[in-house]
Nanobody, 123 residues
Framework: VQLVESGGGLVQAEGSLRLSCVAS????????MGWFRQAPGKEREFVAS????????VYADSVKARFTVSRDRATSTVYLQMNSLKSEDTALYYC?????????????????WGKGTLVTVSS
């Protein structure tokens, strides 16, 4: 299983970015997916997750109403639309594949991880 993130970059505060994560392997369609991030000097933290069919999503309080997670089964891709970005959103963003069809906020719920894409928000 491979997870490849893209879409990171440098953006000004209040701007937007859309991250993508392409997953290889047929098991993508039956499993939940998640996004995590790690800022410099901080621990990795949960951002958002989506169930196998997109019917259930969970967000960290810090990103609610600003970020939206979605998935496209046809292309095995998970997206993270990020709006109203803040300097505190600066981090390396990872996508991860869950162990089951639903996915929570704990990193222990996930078994495969991408290498990350860097998001830098300038104030």
């Amino acid at each position: 299983v491979q997870l490849v993130e893209s879409g990171g970059g440098l953006v000004q505060a209040e701007g937007s970015l859309r991250l993508s994560c392409v997953a290889s392997g047929r098991t993508f369609h039956n499993l939940g997916m998640g996004w995590f991030r790690q800022a410099p000097g901080k621990e990795r933290e949960f951002v958002a997750s989506i169930s196998w069919n997109g019917g259930s999503t969970v967000y960290a309080d810090s990103v609610k109403a600003r970020f939206t997670v979605s998935r496209d089964r046809a292309t095995s891709t998970v997206y993270l639309q990020m709006n109203s970005l803040k300097s505190e959103d600066t981090a390396l963003y990872y996508c991860a594949r869950a162990r089951s069809s639903f996915s929570g906020s704990s990193s222990r719920d996930y078994i495969y991880w991408g290498k990350g894409t860097l998001v830098t928000v300038s104030s």
